[in-house]
């Protein structure tokens, strides 16, 4: 079942009717996409006070493309659009959106090609395609009616360009350095949102790494596995923040079958326990605060958390 607010409150001025925002979707093969739509209304009903009707702008209902699509969405399916630097510098190793059948998809820079062109690679279909920089726009999410990382000013563009320091192998190769704590994601089927701790045992090459992980084991227990592990699923080890609570609809990680998986609190218990929903599996589990915290993402050398960017 899927996490609900506490309220949605009829003022609010991101889901009226006539506002134009961005669906996601939970079904298989939709994951890590937006497609761009018009709230029609909003559910009148108190059970399902927290859904709302919506009109896709791009996805038909019938194969002749005559009639656009109406489907009604829970909240948690929903943000305002999402901002875009019309002139912005894509670079290597950033997290982008790129826009293909007819929606926004999350993906990472692999490769700068000259002329404004880019090889961008989606972890959910494995896929690694080229894209111009008119159908790129920086990753950001939603968190707390704030977009993160936030829209940069064009007023401090240029400063901003000029003080940041481009990543290079070198500083890729000393972050991850022999010894150094880690975490490692999968793309492997049924893995998908999920961080395993490792330490790096050495570097292998171009952006790759040798790391061994802290809680998986090889096939026959005998000793702690070891894998060959590129860039694009490696992170330093998330700060610690401390929280006293977690609230409804906070986005968090939770430990579970010895890793950390990315959900949402979809209720909150009493005795310190939370239920966590988790969107890539559509399932909801009970796990108490000391096996909760919260959800932070890599982005651009720093570490992003609500609607802070903080550079450590």
Known sequence: MSPKPASASNSNPYFKPGSAVEVSSDDEGFRGSWFVGTIIRRCTSKKNQNKFLVEYQTIMADEKGSKPLREMLDIHQLRPLAPRETDRQFKF????????NDGWWEGSITEELGNGRFAVYFRASKEQIEFGKEDLRLHREWVNEN????????SEEKKILTNDVKATEETVTDMFSKGTLVE???DEEGFEGAWFAATVVEPKGKNKFLVEYMNLRTDDDSEFLREEIDILHIRPYPPEHVCDQFNLLQEVDALYNDGWWVGVISKVLSNSRYVVYFRNSNEELELPHSEIRLHQDWINGKWVIASKALKL
């Open 93 to 100: 190793g950033e997290e982008v959106d790129a826009y293909q």
């Open 147 to 154: 977009w993160v990382p936030p829209l940069e000013e064009p």
């Open 184 to 186: 490692v994601s999968s």
